[in-house]
């Protein structure tokens, strides 16, 4: 497993942006492939982003595609999730989620893809 921090979150006007920020406290996440998911009261968490370990290859939930964007920098051990065009739906708990194994093909697009979470970050959006 490795340990996961999110930072970012907090309040945020409808149509506004916000990006956050995901980093490992210890083990580096350059072979992890690394995902955000979130989490609304009373829902279930669910998938919003995923990113591969090398390749650079993303995917989306539908409800996100066009305003959300993942992204990773190794060098800095660092994962990203720029949210532009805020709704209010999009108010969540936002976790950050490292795959289950390293050097993986696959996206850690199902909560049980996932291995290790953060603690997650409060995002509240205002209409």
């Known amino acids: 497993q490795v340990q996961l921090v999110e930072s970012g979150g907090g309040l945020v006007q409808a149509g506004g942006s916000r990006r956050l920020s995901c980093a490992s406290s210890g083990r580096t996440l350059s072979t992890y492939a690394m995902g955000w998911f979130r989490q609304a009261p009373g829902k279930e968490r669910e998938f919003v982003a995923a990113?591969?370990?090398?390749?650079?290859?993303?995917a989306y939930a539908d409800s996100v595609k066009g305003r959300f964007t993942i992204s990773r920098d190794n060098a800095e051990n660092t994962v990203y999730l720029e949210m532009n065009s805020l709704k209010a739906e999009d108010t969540a708990v936002y976790y950050c989620?490292?795959?289950?194994?390293?050097?993986?093909?696959?996206?850690?697009?199902?909560?049980?893809?996932?291995?290790?979470w953060g603690q997650g970050t409060q995002v509240t959006v205002s209409s």
């Open positions: 990113i591969h370990w090398s390749s650079g290859r993303t």
């Open positions: 989620a490292a795959s289950r194994n390293i050097y993986t093909y696959y996206l850690p697009t199902r909560v049980s893809d996932v291995g290790s």
